[in-house]
């Protein structure tokens, strides 16, 4: 499933990839993040709870930042097992464009799950990523504004 949008972020575009690229940051933005340790500059270990319709899981996985082109896009990938929720991994491509003062920062996300949460059909799945992105996206506005603001 494929999920895009789109974000004006009031920053200058070095804020906002300094952002991207902090764990302390993404951590309170990723919805249900419980633990984000950096590994390497492009690898991060992490723990998130969610719930899908019925279907609450843990999920323990890696992310990985490739196709680096900074400070302008970067290819944030991810895949984390739930037990006998199953697993879900994905990617998102994000790209940062300078509009003036502000940042807009596009994305285009795909996402697959597989076990239990595979059965819930996809038309919920795709709804609840969807939502999960969009949340994502707004979380990571507000702590680059709290950023800007405390500069």
Known sequence: MDIVGEERIAAPRPVVW?????PEILKQCI??????EQASPTELAA?????????????S?????????????????????GGIAGFAKGFADVVLREDGDDTILTYKAEAQVGGK????????????????????FANFNA?????VSDL
């Open 18 to 22: 300094a952002a991207l690229n902090d």
């Open 117 to 136: 949460l595979a059965q819930l059909g996809s038309r919920l799945i795709g709804s609840t990523s969807q939502k999960l992105a969009q949340q994502f």
């Open 61 to 81: 996985g890696e992310v990985t930042l490739t196709d680096i082109n900074a400070p302008e896009s970067y290819r944030i990938s991810g895949e984390g097992k």
């Open 31 to 36: 919805p249900g993040c419980q633990t984000l």
């Open 47 to 59: 723990t998130v709870k969610i719930k899908i319709g019925p279907v609450s899981a843990s999920f």
């Open 143 to 147: 702590a680059v504004g709290e950023r």
